[in-house]
């Protein structure tokens, strides 16, 4: 059995990319810090279900610390998920965290994989590399600009794995996911609090005018793109993964008035600083090198995070939890 390596198994896409990796008959070992951004028990949750099968070995432990070529022993693909997320709360002394997990770490692993014999390293960046030139034609070729000091951890991870597959082979490919949503997505990100805010009868808080738009990318075609990636895609290059489905905020909410049957109740408040107006990927350099194509619409993806919420929902309150991150 061909055996993957993913950093940040805990995390929304790290946990779906490995069940998905498990279904497809790959032994996983995954590697997870349990960084306190948000709460541990969801992730502890997202873990329960992975380390219920038995090709699944987990590692608790951090990328900064952890013996890795003990790590990397045996393992033919390598996804870098792990990193601190969000863009919004990337200021102020937050970045400190953001440094060390999205660039220090970054750096230690692609050490550990020089002369290492693997397929292929997916590095898992983001659309705020470009900050507001993610709407264009020219790809990936648009300028990169990040406008949040996260995107510009982002930035510093894909250069870093440029040098190591320049310098030393590493066969790294980069992919920019679009705002990736669906079940398990995480609490502070907007499908997740709309959804939550709407089923408790709160009020939808939204950034600035809500007339931002993204390119939301379904969970399940993300994953697709990354395994997809970790066969077919040319070391050394980057890729954007988007779902196909631009839409405005006020377009979601009302979507999801309709899969709830309830009304939303909105306020705005001030737009926050490293938010882009607009994100819209151009894909076609994934569709040729690997055949990536979303298959999942906005609608029957929100259709399967509304059916996801009201569970995690019940988990919380029969933990007594405390709520997601702000
Ligand atoms: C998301 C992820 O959080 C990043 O980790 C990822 O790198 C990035 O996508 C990406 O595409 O690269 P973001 O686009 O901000 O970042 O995703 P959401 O948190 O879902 O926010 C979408 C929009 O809704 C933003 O304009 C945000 O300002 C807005 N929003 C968010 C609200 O209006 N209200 C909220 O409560 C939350």
Same mark, same amino acid.
């Given at each position: 059995?061909?055996?993957?390596?993913?950093?940040?198994?805990?995390?929304?896409? #790290?946990?779906h990319?490995?069940?998905?990796? @498990?279904?497809?008959?790959?032994?996983?070992?995954?590697?997870?810090?349990? *960084?306190?951004?948000?709460p541990?028990?969801i992730?502890?949750?997202?873990?329960a279900?992975?380390?219920?099968?038995?090709?699944?070995?987990?590692?608790?432990?951090?990328?900064?610390?952890?013996?890795?070529?003990?790590?990397?022993?045996?393992?033919?693909w390598?996804? /870098?998920?792990?990193?601190?997320?969000?863009?919004?709360?990337?200021? #102020? *002394? %937050?970045?400190?965290?953001?440094?060390?997990?999205? &660039? @220090?770490?970054?750096?230690?692993?692609?050490?550990?994989?020089?002369?290492?014999?693997?397929?292929?390293?997916?590095?898992?960046?983001?659309?705020?590399?470009y900050?507001?030139?993610?709407s264009?034609?020219?790809?990936?070729?648009?300028?990169?600009?990040?406008?949040?000091?996260?995107?510009?951890?982002?930035?510093?991870?894909?250069g870093?794995?440029?040098?190591?597959?320049?310098?030393?082979?590493?066969? !790294?490919?980069?992919?920019?996911?679009?705002?990736?949503?669906?079940p398990?997505?995480?609490?502070?990100?907007?499908? /997740?609090?709309?959804?939550?805010?709407?089923?408790?009868?709160?009020?939808?808080? !939204?950034?600035?005018?809500?007339?931002?738009?993204?390119?939301?990318t379904?969970?399940?075609?993300? &994953?697709?793109?990354?395994?997809?990636?970790?066969?077919? #895609?040319?070391?050394?290059? &980057?890729?954007?993964? %988007?779902?196909?489905?631009?839409?405005?905020?006020?377009?979601?909410?009302?979507?999801?008035?309709?899969?709830?049957?309830?009304?939303?109740? &909105?306020r705005?408040?001030?737009?926050?600083?490293?938010?882009?107006r607009?994100?819209?990927?151009?894909?076609?350099?994934?569709?040729?090198?690997?055949?990536?194509?979303?298959?999942?619409?906005?609608?029957? #993806?929100?259709?399967?995070?509304?059916?996801?919420?009201?569970g995690f929902?019940?988990?919380?309150?029969?933990?007594?939890?405390?709520?997601?991150?702000?």
């Open positions: 059995m061909a055996g993957a390596l993913i950093t940040g198994a805990a995390g929304f896409i #790290g946990s990319l490995a069940a998905r990796l @498990l279904a497809e008959g790959l032994a996983v070992r995954g590697i997870d810090n349990l *960084d306190p951004y948000y541990a028990w992730k502890e949750r997202r873990l279900t992975l380390r219920a099968a038995p090709g699944f070995d987990w590692r608790p432990g951090d990328l900064r610390r952890a013996d890795l070529p003990a790590l990397l022993d045996g393992v033919t390598v996804f /870098h998920l792990a990193a601190r997320p969000g863009v919004r709360a990337s200021w #102020g *002394d %937050g970045f400190d965290e953001y440094a060390r997990a999205n &660039v @220090l770490a970054t750096q230690r692993l692609f050490e550990a994989l020089r002369d290492r014999p693997v397929e292929r390293v997916v590095f898992a960046s983001s659309s705020s590399v900050g507001e030139n993610a264009g034609d020219a790809g990936e070729e648009a300028p990169r600009r990040p406008i949040s000091p996260y995107g510009v951890s982002k930035l510093a991870g894909e870093l794995a440029w040098a190591y597959h320049a310098s030393y082979g590493v066969p !790294v490919v980069a992919l920019r996911y679009f705002t990736v949503y669906g398990e997505q995480r609490p502070d990100m907007a499908f /997740h609090r709309f959804l939550r805010a709407l089923l408790e009868g709160r009020e939808i808080e !939204v950034y600035g005018d809500g007339r931002q738009t993204r390119d939301f379904f969970v399940g075609d993300a &994953v697709e793109a990354t395994w997809r990636a970790a066969r077919a #895609g040319e070391p050394g290059a &980057v890729y954007n993964i %988007g779902g196909g489905s631009p839409a405005g905020l006020g377009e979601v909410i009302a979507m999801l008035e309709t899969l709830t049957g309830r009304e939303a109740r &909105v705005l408040s001030p737009a926050r600083p490293g938010d882009p607009a994100t819209r990927a151009d894909t076609r350099r994934a569709r040729e090198a690997f055949g990536y194509a979303p298959v999942t619409g906005l609608r029957e #993806g929100l259709a399967r995070m509304a059916e996801w919420m009201p929902l019940a988990a919380e309150a029969a933990l007594g939890a405390e709520h997601g991150a702000a």
